[in-house]
């Protein structure tokens, strides 16, 4: 497993895993492309043998308080393999480098594996949004993580370290982590 910054040539496989992940809900390209080359984000993929086999980012503004983690996605034959769960690491050690202190997110009601790896790193629900996910009418469970805490947990350094803990099994199945 490889993780590294995306870049504006990761786009197309970006796009190809995310319409196959969210086939009813998929950001357009023009709305990746924003969020890849923005300076207030940071999307990372993994890749294995030159192949796309996930991608990440988190919205972290330097100073802010708060971060958001966008969206996971990974590519169905390699789920269960950690990959999530090292996406998300590596996306939160990228939120805490950049100042923050918490860290929130949406999943969908109806990704139980996604939701799991979500609460095994520390997360907890705070809310729900009724029928967010168009156009399926799906809930999205909105969550939110004390980034000190868990940098604490997982053995990550200061708020500028950048490093990330590893990677442990994940989940699957119809969890798009």
């Known amino acids: 497993m490889t993780l590294r910054t995306a870049a504006p040539d990761d786009l197309a ?3 190809r895993l995310e319409r196959e992940t969210f086939p009813t809900d998929a950001w357009s390209e023009p709305m990746l492309r924003d969020e890849i ?4 984000g940071r999307y990372v993929v993994d890749a294995e043998a030159g192949r796309l086999l996930g991608y990440g980012g988190v919205r972290a503004v330097a100073g802010a308080p708060d971060a958001d983690i966008q969206t996971i996605a990974v590519a169905a034959e390699a789920r269960g393999r950690g990959r999530g769960r090292a996406l998300l690491r590596e996306l939160l050690a990228t ?3 950049r100042g923050a202190r918490s860290v929130f997110l949406e999943v969908r009601d109806d990704n139980p594996n996604a939701t799991a790896l979500y609460a095994s790193e520390g997360f907890a629900q705070i809310g729900r949004r009724p029928r967010y996910y168009q ?12 980034l000190a ?8 350094g200061g708020a500028h370290s950048g490093a990330s803990a590893g990677a442990d099994a994940g989940s699957a199945a119809k969890g798009w982590c």
Not at 149 to 156: I, K, L, S
């Open 13 to 15: 496989a970006i796009m």
């Open 37 to 40: 080359a923005s300076p207030h």
């Open 95 to 97: 939120a805490r480098s």
């Open 135 to 146: 156009p399926d009418d799906v809930d999205a469970i909105v969550m939110k993580l004390d």
């Open 149 to 156: 805490a868990w940098a604490d947990a997982h053995g990550v």
